[in-house]
């Protein structure tokens, strides 16, 4: 049986505390009096005062800190904050503001939050996982911050990035905070500039060789499963070579999944499953061109081939429809330098040996010799989606397809002002950043961005709701799915391709259902109706209220 916190041990726990918010009657019940100025306040005035102090401050990463500091202090009010202000907090919490506070994670660092499981204490990993803040855990993030977002290798700086995503899986998915754990798995780092920072807070090495890397990995997973055995394991921004091998090994063995693979997947499937019905031809339909052959592109592909195997191609036919481009040129089955997920859609050398080339096909090349109604781009090559190649594209098609969904905003192949006005407004685009709306004809229109928080919060609600054992392809697939039918512009082609931000707690619940449904179907997850997953999701969401209030 637990015994009530009281004193400051009540007043200093970020999870339960109400702040000044606490009521006479509770202050004398808890021990509490003297401890608080004699005001009470209540939680909406809290919000008032806390958004006056956030709209002080003078640039993003002061609010970051800011936020950050808050949620220390008060998750409840924290959770409250964000919800009433989503559009504007949902950049500064996580992309984009997230990436500079990353790589000024050790000038920055204030409080412990999560796990730091580094590389020397790899024979006392029970003891490392032992020592988390909550006993009970349903949701994880790890990244070893070697690729976090478009910024390269930020070392133990990454753990900003685990933060961040659980505070979307809580702010979004209803995932109670008390039951998220972040993780940083320090291993090292080969950026010079960290190893050479006084302020830097890692472990001051290399990365670890690919054998370590490897046992440590497999030791990590170990210890989590035997203490947490049902928890989501999600991994976040590992390099390409380390992520698809990583999720192969883990996916069939635990409740995982890793969000740059799947999670980008599944919330460019959805806004393309909206743009191909506004263009009025469905996916299957389409010539499909990806710049970028990194995890995260191959993900995207795969779910692609996944949707147009359900819109009725063979398994060849689809592959056929997609077309892969990375720093050397297209991707064709007489390359040797390929890996065996990106050789899966490499086009055999006979189809374009008719082109004329004396070198391998680029961009250009494909795009002059096809007629592509999709144009993807996870290159983080910046201004990749020239004028002329944009201008030929919507040569050939009436409503181009096209989304530059490289992080961060510096590294987009292209700008959404710029597809417009080289397709005369007839483009339909997704980014992976943010963007101002494009204006045309003196009417706004939203640019959809790509963000992975449309998907992940409403899986983690999804498991936990449903109590699955695994995150199989068909759930994720579901998930893009019921995010494109809830595209605004299936209405007004005119809107984005995706909901706003204020929309997403919403469109996270139908999704979440959509996901539970599919794995029960799929077998990983106990036989319940639609109902009784319904009734689940709505028990399950933690919502940002005092207790008693």
């Known amino acids: 049986m637990s015994v009530e916190e009281r004193g400051t041990a009540k007043l200093y726990n970020a999870l339960t505390t109400k702040g000044t918010a606490f009521t006479e009657a509770e202050r004398r019940e808890f021990g509490l009096l003297g401890l608080l100025?004699?005001?009470?306040?209540t939680l909406a005035e809290q919000v008032d005062h806390c958004w006056h102090e956030f709209s002080t401050r003078r640039d993003d990463l002061d609010r970051h800190i800011y936020l950050r500091a808050l949620q220390d202090r008060n998750e409840t009010l924290f959770y409250r904050v964000l919800r009433e202000h989503i559009t504007e907090t949902l950049p500064i919490v996580y992309t984009p503001t997230v990436g500079e506070a990353c790589q000024r994670f050790s000038e920055i660092y204030r409080r412990p939050r999560g796990l730091f499981v580094s590389y020397p204490d790899r024979d006392r990993l029970s003891e490392v996982l032992s020592n988390r803040p909550q006993r009970e855990v349903d949701v994880i993030v790890v990244t070893d911050g070697q690729r976090i977002l478009g910024l390269g290798d930020q070392g133990i700086g990454g753990m900003g990035i685990p933060i961040g995503k659980l505070s979307l899986y809580t702010l979004i998915g209803g995932i109670d905070p008390a039951r998220t754990l972040p993780i940083i798995l320090d291993v090292g780092t080969d950026n010079v500039e960290l190893l050479d920072d006084p302020l830097y807070l890692g472990w001051r090495h290399r990365r670890i060789d690919d054998d370590d890397y490897h046992a440590f990995i497999d030791e990590f997973v170990t210890a989590v499963h035997e203490q947490q055995p049902d928890v989501l394991l999600q991994w976040e921004d590992f390099a390409t070579a380390h992520a698809l091998p990583?999720?192969?090994r883990y996916r069939d063995k635990l409740l995982t999944f890793?969000?740059?693979i799947q999670g980008t997947a599944?919330?460019?499937?959805?806004?393309?499953?909206g743009a191909a019905k506004v263009a009025g031809r469905p996916l299957s339909q389409q010539q499909v061109v990806m710049l970028g052959?990194?995890?995260?592109?191959i993900g995207v592909l795969d779910m692609i081939r996944r949707e147009m195997i359900n819109e009725g191609l063979s398994d060849d036919a689809a592959r056929e429809r997609i077309w892969v481009v990375d720093v050397v040129g297209l991707l064709t089955d007489d390359r040797t330098d390929l890996s065996e997920a990106q050789r899966e859609f490499a086009q055999p050398a006979a189809r374009v040996a008719n082109w004329g080339l004396s070198a391998p096909a680029q961009l250009a090349d494909v795009v002059h010799h096809l007629d592509v109604g999709v144009l993807l781009g996870l290159s983080t090559a910046s201004g990749a989606f020239t004028e002329d190649i944009v201008r030929e594209m919507a040569g050939k098609v009436e409503r181009p397809i096209i989304f530059p969904l490289s992080n961060p905003t510096s590294r987009a192949e292209a700008h959404p002002a710029e597809l417009d006005a080289w397709t005369d407004g007839r483009a339909l685009v997704a980014t992976g950043s943010p963007f101002a709306p494009v204006r045309r004809n003196g009417v706004?229109?939203?640019?959809a961005q790509c963000n992975n928080v449309y998907i992940f919060p409403a899986m983690g609600l999804a498991v936990t709701a449903a109590q699955a054992s695994r995150v199989t392809d068909e759930m994720m697939r579901v998930a893009a799915a019921t995010l494109g039918d809830a595209s605004p512009a299936l209405q007004d082609p005119d809107q984005s391709l995706l909901p706003g931000?204020?929309?997403v707690p919403d469109i996270a619940v139908r999704i979440a259902h959509a996901i539970a449904v599919q794995a029960v179907a799929d077998g990983v997850a106990p036989n319940r109706s639609s109902e009784e997953l319904a009734q689940r999701i709505t028990n399950v969401r933690w919502i940002p209220e005092y207790p008693g209030s």
């Open 37 to 41: 100025p004699t005001r009470v306040k």
């Open 246 to 248: 990583i999720l192969a």
């Open 258 to 260: 890793n969000d740059d």
């Open 266 to 273: 599944a919330v460019t499937v959805g806004a393309l499953h």
């Open 293 to 297: 052959a990194g995890s995260a592109g």
């Open 444 to 447: 706004e229109r939203p640019v």
């Open 501 to 503: 931000w204020s929309e």
